[in-house]
């Protein structure tokens, strides 16, 4: 999980690559399950929830598969992760079921744009709030007007980031900014009408986080975690199969719940020296069980 190649582990200990990875195997499968994990131990979430996917390189596929996990804001703890063939709804019909299965308390999900998320989430979930990311979002109209490369629609943008997504407007002011951008920006352009458009249909899931608290705009704590993974996925080059896939995922998952912080910054700064497990863990409950953990001083 460290990303140790088998041979270096296997010079340490004496044994061939391939010993090594069958203990490797025979270990990983010992493991809890994660969502089993969460369902048993954990309870204490915030319920703000950055849900993305990471594609994953298995055989038999022709291309890339997603994994699709979350991060629980407030604790960084992971409470779900799935591999799917597809980011389809079927998908997020499974991630949101088994959410509302272990009675995660979900008050709102930060996620990108994607429409087969929409539906099973106000499925299982129907009080709950969806923010779109606002990186993501931002950048996408950034690129539609290819404004690295070109002058012609910078006031534009710039007119939009300053009176629609300035943190520190009030959403009246957003609303009159959405106007303001509207009559003096557009100059006849339907490309500038859409995206206006577009941000307006898009209102309140565009800034759904200023309804809670501590609520982030952004995917960016998810991917953090996302480089780390795909560190470690460059490491293993790809699956055998979806069963192995999913064997691995599960042990990363396990690893990073049982892994402590080390370099976390305000406002999360007292996070250094824990474990992710331990934020959202069951004060009442003993210490699972998990092959190679020992219980931390709580």
């Not at 594609?55 to 703890?77: A, N, Q, R, S």
């Not at 710039?158 to 959405?178: A, K």
Request: charged residues 25%; proline residues 4%; contains cysteine.
């Amino acid at each position: 999980m460290d990303g140790d190649p088998f041979r270096s582990l296997g010079n340490a200990q004496g044994l061939s690559g391939v010993q090594v990875y069958r203990r490797v195997v025979a270990e990983c499968t010992l493991l809890p399950n994660n969502t089993e994990l969460s369902k048993e131990y954990s309870t204490r979430w915030s319920g703000i929830l950055n849900v993305d996917g990471k594609y994953v390189k298995v055989k038999g596929y022709e291309k890339k598969i997603p994994f699709i996990w979350c991060v629980d804001f407030l604790t960084h703890d992971f409470p779900v992760g799935i591999l799917a063939e597809s980011e389809s709804s079927a998908a997020f019909e499974k991630l949101f079921s088994v959410l509302k299965e272990m009675k995660y308390p979900l008050r709102i999900v930060i996620a990108d744009d994607v429409e087969a998320l929409k539906r099973p989430l106000f499925k299982y979930f129907p009080k709950a709030k969806l923010q779109l990311c606002h990186v993501h979002y931002i950048e996408n109209i950034r690129q539609l007007l290819h404004i690295r490369t070109q002058k012609k629609y910078h006031h534009f943008f710039n007119s939009l980031v300053l009176h629609v997504f300035t943190d520190s407007l009030t959403r009246t002011e957003r609303e009159e900014g959405i106007d303001h951008v509207f009559t003096n920006r557009l100059n006849n352009d339907q490309l500038l009408l859409d995206i206006i458009q577009d941000v307006a249909k898009k209102f309140d899931r565009l800034f759904a986080y200023t309804t809670i608290e501590d609520c982030p705009k952004t995917n960016n704590l998810i991917e953090c975690f996302n480089s780390h993974l795909n560190g470690r996925l460059k490491t293993v080059k790809g699956f055998q199969s979806f069963d192995s896939a999913e064997l691995w995922l599960n042990a990363y998952l396990i690893r990073r719940r049982t892994k402590p912080f080390t370099d976390c910054n305000a406002p999360f700064k007292h996070f250094n020296g824990k474990m992710p497990l331990q934020n959202s863990i069951d004060l009442s409950k003993h210490w699972p069980h998990i092959l190679g953990i020992q219980e931390p001083d709580m």
